[in-house]
């Protein structure tokens, strides 16, 4: 039988112990060396069968099918690469993709209303200059944003708009171009899992029409960011009243981010006030219509690059002229009297 004595000298050593892990934990960086300081919770092992999906009634005349796909998902919707992918720091040499489905895609009377990609991400370095630059496409076609976003050492969510013919056929391929910008390890990330978010009803009703936008040909610095929708009329091939919304993306030197992680605000509306913007920022809009039955469709348009001033130079009055004119005329007046 173990001493008092003996007890806590034992505790004593674990705690010694266990307080030295910590320690080395905390120095690690984990864009320095991942595999010393990978998060615990990216580890967890995930419940979820190979595709986890479904679908909800929302009892409005719409439903919502949902398909996760992470590193527990298997053949068609993901094939994990040897040592990177779901769960493992990825680089620069170590893209990989994983493909989206939609199972009841091509009912004849289902109507797509509206579909979102949500990844989640880890460690995203996409706000800073010379930052990360990771880029996601849908059967080869850009999202919007077009790359993730996320801050150092920390979990982000990037929400991406999706054009529902992406998911029509029923499979989309997803594909992530790591720290696209670099040939070397400059900058990493892993993914926890990416969620489709698919809205559709039956009944054959029809979205609305695209939006047609317009905005001014020159922006400076102290003028607002204003978007017109111009049509069409009407809105809707129904006949369905129409609503607009409004997502706002600033590349400030990093790639088209969110107005609000570019920590410019975030604007809902048609206008972005001047003291929101900077000289040399790039602006664009995305304005989605939306019918009475949740059906959409979207458009956007970028801004011109913001200038310091948008004025002409000024044409020169008329005695700013006429002091060449009147010279020209003196000097025909001498070389006539020369002639004489």
């Known amino acids: ?91 620069w040499n170590e893209d990989y993709g994983w493909m989206h489905t939609f199972p009841n895609a091509t009912d004849a009377n289902l109507t797509i209303n509206s579909v979102k990609l949500i990844i989640k991400a880890w460690d995203v370095d996409s706000n800073v200059a010379n930052g990360e630059f990771d880029h996601i ?7 919007d944003p077009v790359y993730l976003q996320g801050t150092s050492s920390q979990w982000s969510i990037t929400e991406f708009d999706v054009a529902p013919a992406l998911i029509a ?35 054959g009703n029809v979205p609305p029409y695209a939006p047609e936008l317009s905005v001014p040909t020159c922006v400076a610095n102290d003028s607002a960011l204003v978007v017109t929708v111009m049509g069409p009329n009407p809105a809707d091939p129904d006949g369905d009243a129409v609503i607009y919304t409004y997502r706002w993306f600033v590349d400030i030197g990093t790639g088209y981010l969110d107005d609000d992680f570019a920590d410019r605000g975030d604007h809902t509306g048609t206008t972005v006030p001047a003291a ?10 995305r304005v989605t219509a939306t019918d009475i039955y949740g059906a959409q469709t979207f458009s956007e348009i970028e801004f011109p690059v913001i200038v310091r001033t948008c004025q002409e130079e000024e044409i020169p009055e008329f005695p700013t002229i006429a002091l060449p004119v009147a010279a020209i005329i003196g000097l025909a007046f001498f070389m006539q009297r020369r002639k004489d």
């Open 1 to 91: 039988m173990k001493t008092r004595t003996q007890i806590i000298m034992a505790l004593a050593v674990a705690c010694l112990f266990l307080t030295g892990i910590a320690a080395a934990s905390e120095e690690n960086d984990l864009n320095e060396d991942p595999s010393l300081a990978y998060p615990s919770s990216i580890r967890s092992v995930s419940i979820m069968a190979a595709s986890n999906e479904g679908s909800v009634d929302n009892g409005d005349g719409t439903f919502t099918f949902t398909q996760q796909v992470d590193e527990s998902s298997t053949t068609p919707h993901y094939i994990a690469p040897n040592g990177y992918g779901f769960g493992d720091y990825s680089w």
């Open 137 to 143: 496409t849908g059967d080869g076609v850009d999202f």
């Open 169 to 203: 056929d029923g499979n989309m391929n997803v594909f992530i171009d790591i720290d696209m910008n670099h040939n070397e390890d400059t900058w990493a990330t892993t993914l926890d899992s990416s969620k489709l978010v698919v809205t559709y009803s039956y009944g």
């Open 276 to 285: 929101d913007t900077q000289i040399d920022d790039k602006w664009k809009v």
